[in-house]
């Protein structure tokens, strides 16, 4: 056969056109980046002529890498945040799955009251934007090193020390609780579809509880723990806003601080060249969490009875832990929000005397002796700017990320074992892996001029839109992929047979089917960038600027009102919508465990 | 010695009755199976006697021991009841390799290394297993993975086994082979087995005794042969048997001692039984019973059919005979085969066939048909 006809026929496919374009232009959008990132780190940057004398912007220095691995501030720069990163990574990792994995015990497998309940209020902190926590805690524990004391103090009028409120304490639980969900949904999905035969076999065999725990249910789990280990680490890493508001007050920094610092500062070249290490570790990670998954034991789940799980009888303590599991993830979902409502509503925070009481953060049109006459944020016009931009980023992002999410798993399980088929299922999931702050960074260095066919987009809408739509990819990928599998060759093929159309197929057949694993393609992007803050901070301009970045500016003026009823709004916004996207689809991010 | 007794025994889940007021008992050294549908409570019999599920009523003695009664608030964990469990997927831990597995029991038994190997050595040549012992459960075929379960169950030598449907996962020719192991290995552990399947097949070469069950009720309890020779009622009659009995509705013309005269669309009958004489009142609807290899196909029979359809196997064949608006279904042994639609009469000449009550399903009579034909019928 002659290569022309070679080519068409390949071409004939859309599977293959789709592997083709698909492959293309997220070489474009993620591994060219990475090229012009590292580039970043070799170069003279406008802002550092004065440090770096004798050169002109753009030139070729070694400046940046020896001041960081070797130089004389390395310690306070580098050494000391990437030590802090890695140590909260690694205490958040300990509790999210210490947490996530013994809430996920406790439903999946012992007879404890109101699971739909606790399954329903654990999955809130994951859906809720990460500082909604962090602000909660500063609302509570808060000492007088930041103007008024918080409500704990107000109320028992016990002082607290800084390390309680600031710092490496509070991050970690934060940030602990903040992931404890996703260790929660893995490992439960795990011991929900764990064949319980296996646990009683060893019943029978005279095994203890406790060995059967440790023999059996911990080992059969653990790669399902180790991968969550990995992800949990990965995100705590790259987390922004929680060190942000939490560190801040006493200095201590973390990587993503240090990069925000620098790249916003006077020397982006530290910043691209952190952006660069903590890609490296989060590639490290991606590594390891694939060699560790192709093992030669095979934990493939055997599909047993699963029905006759028989739940472990917690006898006169199930009322008891009941109660305080209920109590517990109370205080840490819905006081948080009370506590916001109600400090929205208070001219000093922390006083509940009645005059201290107003509508002013919502409604008022601005009092010049209040926070430099900042309207209400009903009234406020520029919320209605950030509210609208939010809502329509996060419209586009989920629409390009969804169909995109969904073309990747059609031709990726279409095209299943072959190499381009990886490379692409590959390339995919990469995005999930570079820190948002990094990312961030490394669309400012590419797009910060013009490349090729697309103009400069710093500034612009567009470069918000393209760098969610890309972040949010590897979700809308897994999604994707896992509707197409889960459907079978078979049922399009029956379609082919009659000669339908492959945009039909798509539309008539394979959507419809599969609506709730296609939709949770979509909602996934959509709630991100909802609750997105490190990934665009570095890339927003005042008039593209979102609700979370306005948020943070509130917060960095100390105008916590405000910031108050920005969080309570977002918060609201998400879990609504992925109420009702929930009710009346079925595709919701918390499925699959939980009766 | 131990014994099995099951008495009152009721298990509800809800308001759904999984099993309801059950009362057997399994002898010492018995392989009983328990047989059914699914959803007619066999497995849930099992767990409960093994003591992974919790019956609502009832008692359960084993070896003597009371380890269930729902009146005293007794309810021993499956380990101290000393039993074995084969599960229907093997339940075979991932993450152990094949000597890990079977070698599981006895550490928690608290035996010393020495003897653990040797068992282990031992059953892996009993079963053939003896070259994967190094090898993880996902490395082996079904019927490894099988012979290693079994061989893990073994282990601590329990007294009672159960098993459930644990030759289902198998191929046809390998579930044969393990048919045969099964029943040696019977013989050669000296233990009892109880057994759960919905393979009348399984049921019938495998058994000392069938527990034939329905919607969590005893349908009959008994010797396979007694079972396929005499069932109770008609659900058993159907259940038991390949190619299944033929039933014939038929109404009682009239009855005198000896002889009962029946009727059906365009038969008549003389039904003489070879057992006492049943209470049967003329008009009564019946159902005669036939097992394929009691009806004969031949020349001289007294019934006019064709062939509806004809499959040999080699050993036998099955032929499907149109007598008037029935089938029949006939065994005949030998390789033979017939043209379909061809001629053919049949014979009734033994004294096997049962006659049922219509409306109870009840088994009441056996015996002999001779078969007369009607003015105007075939």
């Known amino acids: 056969m002659n290569p022309i006809h070679c080519v068409k026929g390949f071409f004939r496919k859309p599977e293959n056109v789709i592997l083709v374009c698909l492959i293309t232009i997220l070489v474009y959008l993620i591994l060219i980046p990475l090229f012009s990132i590292v580039n970043d780190t070799f170069r003279v940057h406008s802002s550092e002529l004065m440090r770096i004398k004798g050169t002109v912007a753009g030139d070729f220095t070694t400046y940046h890498w020896k001041s960081i691995f070797a130089g004389k501030y390395s310690k306070n720069i580098f050494y000391q945040p990437l030590f802090n990163t890695l140590l909260i990574s690694l205490i958040t990792c300990f509790i999210a799955i210490c947490t996530g994995g013994g809430f996920a015990w406790l439903v999946t497998r012992t007879d404890i009251r109101y699971k739909k309940v606790i399954s329903s209020l654990f999955i809130l902190p994951y ?98 723990m180790l991968s969550t280990v990995l992800l949990v680490f990965s995100s705590a890493m790259s987390a922004f806003a929680v060190p942000a508001f939490l560190g801040t007050p006493v200095r201590f920094q973390v990587l993503t601080t240090q990069l925000f610092r620098t790249l916003n500062g006077t020397s982006p070249g530290y910043g691209y060249l952190i952006a660069l290490v903590m890609i490296v570790i989060g590639t490290i990670i991606l590594l390891t969490n694939q060699m560790l998954i192709g093992k030669r034991k095979s934990f493939a789940t055997v599909t047993g009875k699963s029905s006759n799980i028989s739940l472990v009888r917690l006898k006169k303590f199930r009322t008891v832990l009941s109660l305080a599991v209920l109590l517990w993830l109370l205080l840490i979902t819905i006081v948080p929000l009370i506590s916001f409502a109600v400090q929205s509503f208070q001219i000093s925070s922390g006083s509940f005397k009645a005059d201290n009481f107003t509508t002013l953060f919502w409604l008022g049109e601005g009092r010049p002796d209040v926070l430099s006459g900042e309207p209400g944020i009903l009234r406020n016009k520029y919320i209605y700017v950030g509210l609208w931009n939010s809502v329509r980023l996060s419209v586009l992002i989920s629409l390009l990320a969804g169909t995109a999410g969904l073309l990747v798993g059609y031709s990726v399980v279409k095209k299943r074992g072959s190499r381009w088929a990886n490379s692409l299922d590959r390339l995919s999931f990469f995005p999930y892996l570079l820190p948002s702050m990094a990312f961030g960074a490394i669309y400012l260095s590419m797009f910060a001029v013009r490349r090729g066919f697309i103009p400069s987009l710093y500034g612009s809408f567009a470069i918000l839109v393209l760098i969610g739509t890309v972040k949010y990819l590897p979700f809308a990928s897994r999604a994707g992929i896992n509707a197409i599998f889960q459907l079978g060759k078979e049922i399009e093929e029956a379609a082919v047979i009659f000669g339908v159309s492959w945009w039909k197929r798509m539309v008539k057949i394979i959507i419809p089917i599969q609506r709730a694993s296609v939709l949770s393609g979509f909602l996934l992007p959509f709630i991100s960038s909802m609750r997105e803050l490190s990934l665009f901070i570095l890339l927003v301009t005042p008039s593209t600027r979102v609700l979370t970045t306005m948020l943070f500016q509130y917060n960095e003026k100390g105008w916590d009102q405000y910031a108050n009823a920005i969080i309570l709004f977002i918060v609201l916004v998400v879990v609504l919508l992925n109420a009702v996207v929930n009710k009346v689809t079925g595709a919701s991010i918390d499925k699959g465990i939980g009766d | 010695m131990p014994e099995i007794r099951i008495e009152n025994v009721t298990k509800k889940f809800g308001k759904f009755v999984a099993v309801e ?111 994967f012992l190094g090898r993880y459960p996902a490395e082996l075929s079904g019927g490894q993975q099988q012979r290693v379960a079994i061989a893990r169950t073994l282990a601590p030598r329990p007294k009672v086994l159960f098993m459930d449907e644990p030759l289902s996962n198998l191929d046809a020719k390998l579930r044969m082979e393990m048919r045969a192991e099964l029943k040696r290995l019977h013989r050669e552990t000296n233990s009892t087995f109880v057994y759960v399947t919905h393979d009348q097949l399984e049921a019938m070469t495998l058994s000392s005794r069938i527990c034939l069950m329905k919607e969590g009720r005893v349908q009959q309890y008994a010797a396979p042969l007694d079972i396929y020779n005499g069932p109770s009622n008609l659900f058993c009659a159907e259940f038991v048997g390949n190619p299944t009995m033929n039933f014939i509705e038929v109404a009682c013309l009239q009855t005198e001692p000896g002889r009962i005269s029946l009727t059906s669309d365009d038969l008549n009958f003389t039904f003489a039984p070879v057992s006492p004489q049943p209470k049967v ?98």
């Open chain 2, 281 to 378: 009142t003329a008009g009564q609807n019946l159902v005669l019973g036939l097992r394929p290899e009691s009806v004969l196909l031949s020349e001289k029979g007294s019934i006019h059919g064709t062939i509806y359809s004809a499959l040999p196997s080699g050993m036998e064949t099955t032929v499907m005979v149109k007598t008037g608006n029935s089938l029949l279904t006939s065994v005949v042994f030998g390789g033979q085969d017939f043209p379909v639609d061809g001629w053919t009469g049949v014979e009734l000449n033994h004294d096997n066939y049962i006659l049922f009550d219509k409306s109870s399903g009840e088994n009441i009579a056996t015996g002999t048909l001779t078969v007369a034909l009607r003015e105007g019928g075939v």
């Open chain 2, 21 to 131: 007021n059950l009362t057997i008992t399994i002898k010492d050294k018995w392989f009983v199976t328990l047989l059914g549908p699914s959803g007619c409570g066999k497995t849930t019999t099992l767990r409960m006697i093994s003591g992974l599920e919790s019956p609502t009523e009832g008692k359960i003695y084993i070896d003597d021991v009371l380890v269930f009664s729902a009146a005293e608030g007794i309810d021993l964990p499956p380990a101290k009841r000393d039993v074995g469990f084969l599960f229907q997927n093997y339940a075979l831990w991932p993450h152990m390799t094949v000597s890990q597995n079977i070698s599981f029991g006895l550490e928690n038994l608290k035996w010393n290394r020495t003897d653990i190997d040797c068992r282990v050595q031992d059953l892996t040549e009993l079963l053939k297993i003896d070259e």
């Open chain 1, 127 to 224: 859906i809720m934007p990460s500082w909604t926590l962090a602000m909660a805690w500063l609302n509570f524990f808060k000492n007088e090193r930041v103007g008024a004391p918080g409500l704990f103090t107000v109320f028992t009028g016990i002082q607290i020390a800084d390390w309680f409120s600031y710092g490496f304490f509070p991050i970690t639980i934060v940030l602990g609780l903040h992931y404890a969900p996703f260790a929660y949904i893995l490992i439960g999905g795990i011991l929900r579809n764990m064949d319980a035969n296996l646990e009683e076999a060893a019943q029978i065999l005279k095994t203890g509880r406790w060995r059967i725990i440790r023999k059996i249910t911990l080992p059969i789990v653990l790669p399902a």
